[in-house]
Nanobody, 115 residues
Framework: QVQLIESGGELVQTGGSLRLSCAASGIIFGISAMAWYRQAPGKQRELVASITRIRGTDYADSVKGRFTISRDDAKNAVYLQMNSLKPEDTAVYYC?????????WGKGTLVTVSS
């Protein structure tokens, strides 16, 4: 059974930084393309950043230059370093494969950026 557990979200001021973590189990992590998604209140879930061994990293335009995705295959973990946070980054952040698999969604971690 696949489990993806996100952590690291909290309330932060505009301009601040956070590092999100995702711990994966039950998945062949090393060969999986992984990604971070987010869902803001009243909006659809969107892809924020992805990482694969072949293609490297890719980012949504809205976070380029501010967010960095990384992975540690030995720990079955993927991370999202978020800098220069803005109020519009407020959302629940999820990790999943890329493309996502419906059954893999976890509970996410809430990031709130105050203005």
């Amino acid at each position: 059974q696949v489990q993806l557990i996100e952590s690291g979200g909290e309330l932060v001021q505009t301009g601040g930084s956070l590092r999100l973590s995702c711990a994966a189990s039950g998945i062949i992590f090393g060969i999986s393309a992984m990604a971070w998604y987010r869902q803001a209140p009243g909006k659809q879930r969107e892809l924020v950043a992805s990482i694969t061994r072949i293609r490297g990293t890719d980012y949504a335009d809205s976070v380029k230059g501010r967010f960095t995705i990384s992975r540690d295959d030995a720990k079955n973990a993927v991370y999202l370093q978020m800098n220069s946070l803005k109020p519009e980054d407020t959302a629940v952040y999820y990790c999943n494969t890329d493309p996502f698999i419906m059954d893999y969604w976890g509970k996410g971690t809430l990031v709130t950026v105050s203005s």
